[in-house]
């Protein structure tokens, strides 16, 4: 490809300016190379020119790669932009050399309804969503085809873990997923959260758990089973720092002194856990809001009631009616 210069680096990917006319090129993945617009042309002429070629003969992939350069995409989470990168790996193979224009609803919900997991094909269509979105307002297409596509709707989980299956699993997996396990339950995270964990976020009044998803803080404070958990995690970490030589500045590390991602968490859980389980790793954040007696919502940080009742699995006591006993 054609080297850019320096002041050229704001030109979109495969523009380019050529050095002996000015003429400002586009190289389409299928090779050549097309006149967008002349020598001398403005910073704005330029880009206005590549959206109107790229909107007539754009494909699904050129818009993503578009979208995931964009301020928006960037201001996601960690957490969310991981999750779509793993939709887009679905959705890549039945959209991505589609041109933009003609994609219909119809095609998005068959899609959808050719997906055995109805939840990743609710993330999926809310990425393309997201993805068309974006194409509209950059006049890639005049409309969202995902507008008036409903997602599925899902049935609330609801499976509690006892005692008895949280010990059973306990028992048998490795000491850090023991560290895992415990404060992922008694203080009520995520596991993105505890994985996050900074030595810095051990002070000295508790722990501090910062939600990757809403930015919310929490210290939990210290009892002794935390502290427990804690010094556990710290004796595990001081062997691997000192086995791999490589510092880290997170409380759980791998054997290489590296965080835990998503991914390698998930892959020793599926690895560990016991026949016949029926709940995951995840679950343990309901158990943990379920078994905690007092007030569940400041316990759990969410912002509403509506949302930390999708994790409390545990009736609600009440009070009953206290009139005299009827004869």
């Known amino acids: 490809m054609v080297g850019k210069r320096q002041s050229d680096d704001w030109l979109p990917d495969r523009v380019y300016r050529r050095k002996d006319t000015g003429s400002y090129r586009y190289r389409p993945r299928t090779g050549g190379s097309i006149v ?26 050129a818009l993503y790669q578009e979208y995931i350069k964009s301020d928006r995409y960037q201001r996601l989470k960690p957490n969310t932009r991981e999750d779509y990168e793993g939709a887009w790996v679905q959705l890549q193979p039945m959209f991505g050399a589609r041109l933009v224009r003609e994609i219909k609803p119809v095609n998005v919900r068959r899609y959808m309804d050719a997906r055995s997991s109805k939840k990743r094909a609710n993330t999926e269509r809310y990425l393309l969503k997201n993805i068309f979105g974006y194409g509209v307002e950059y006049d ?4 969202n085809p995902c507008d008036n596509i409903k997602p599925f709707p899902l049935k609330a989980r609801d499976k509690y873990v006892s005692d008895d299956e949280y010990n059973a699993m306990y028992d048998i997996v490795t000491p850090i997923m023991q560290v895992f396990m415990e404060l992922v339950y008694i203080c009520a995270a995520r596991g993105q959260d505890i994985r996050m964990l900074k030595l810095d976020d051990i002070q ?25 958990a804690v010094e556990k995690a710290l004796e595990i970490r001081a062997e691997r720092v000192a086995r791999c030589g490589f510092d880290s500045i997170y409380l759980l590390v791998t054997r290489n002194g590296t965080p835990y991602t998503a991914d390698g968490l998930k892959a020793i859980w599926q690895k560990q856990k016991y026949e016949g389980m029926d709940w995951t790793f995840h679950d343990l954040k309901a158990k943990g809001i379920s078994d905690f007696e007092g007030d569940k919502q400041e316990f759990s940080g969410h912002k509403s009631r509506l949302i930390m009742e999708r994790y409390n699995r545990s009736p609600d006591k009440v009070e009953v009616i206290d009139f005299p006993v009827k004869k």
């Open 36 to 61: 967008i617009a002349p020598a001398g042309a403005s910073k704005i002429e330029v880009l206005e020119a590549y959206d109107a070629y790229i909107a007539q003969d754009g494909t699904v992939d």
């Open 140 to 143: 890639w297409l005049d409309s």
């Open 204 to 228: 000295d009044e508790g722990l501090l758990v910062v939600q990757q998803k809403t930015g919310k803080k929490q210290l939990k404070m210290w009892n002794e089973r935390l502290r427990a």
